[in-house]
Nanobody
């Protein structure tokens, strides 16, 4: 019922910045919250940032002060601004939307932080 299309990943040097974008379509009115997850090879998938329909946000400790999640409801877009990137941030980043008790996922976008 919800389709998510991500963009903005790429290769950056440590200390650089990227902004990930997620375009949502479908049953947008039913979305309760959206978030960004990431998964690196050999590591568990973790929730990086989340934003509720009331614009409440939360972040995993490792990205606090560096990442910022936001949304533009009029454009059905959610963003993840990533600053001061570190090699440890290298992962596939997935946009996620929650409708009731169901989760929907984007295709993922690769973020690589390397000198």
């Amino acid at each position: 019922q919800v389709q998510l299309v991500e963009s903005g990943g790429g290769l950056v040097q440590p200390g650089g910045s990227l902004r990930l974008s997620c375009a949502a379509s479908g049953s947008i009115f039913s979305i309760v919250a959206m978030g960004w997850y990431r998964q690196a090879p050999g590591k568990e998938r973790e929730l990086v940032a989340a934003i509720t329909s009331g614009d409440l946000t939360n972040y995993v400790d490792s990205v606090k002060g560096r990442f910022s999640i936001s949304r533009n409801a009029a454009k059905n877009m959610v963003y993840l601004q990533m600053n001061s990137l570190e090699p440890e941030d290298t992962a596939v980043y997935y946009c996620s939307a929650r409708l009731g008790n169901s989760n929907y996922w984007g295709q993922g976008t690769q973020v690589t932080v390397s000198p």
